[in-house]
């Protein structure tokens, strides 16, 4: 996975024995401030899922486009997991926070 020195950082875990490879993310999801990584982790026969690992800063989470996350590798109909620190914020989440466009 690529090291950037502008970002907070992301780690992605495998665990020890499954097999696995890390896709390429498209470069114009990170000019938006956006930092992903992606892998493929293949189950048995034919069966593989991917799993996306995204973080944006504090200081895009307003202004993200949902455009760039769309460049993600994979389309519609494979199996995706994404998890990560959007720093959304809504006010039934917290009502003294400014809610997100």
């Known amino acids: 996975m690529s ?21 390429k993310v498209d470069e114009e999801i990170e000019k938006g401030g956006i930092e992903m990584q992606c892998v493929e982790v293949f ?17 895009g989470s307003g202004r993200v486009e949902m455009e760039r996350l769309d460049l993600a590798p994979g389309r519609v109909g494979e199996r995706w997991m994404v998890g990560g620190d959007f720093n959304a914020h809504h006010h039934l989440w917290d009502n ?6």
Do not use: H
């Open 43 to 59: 189950g048995g026969k034919d069966s593989s899922w991917k799993v996306g690992n995204i973080y944006i800063p504090p200081e």
């Open 3 to 23: 090291i950037k020195a502008r970002g907070g950082g992301l780690i992605t875990l495998v665990k020890r024995g499954l097999q696995y490879q890390v896709m």
């Open 96 to 101: 003294s926070s400014r809610e997100d466009s």
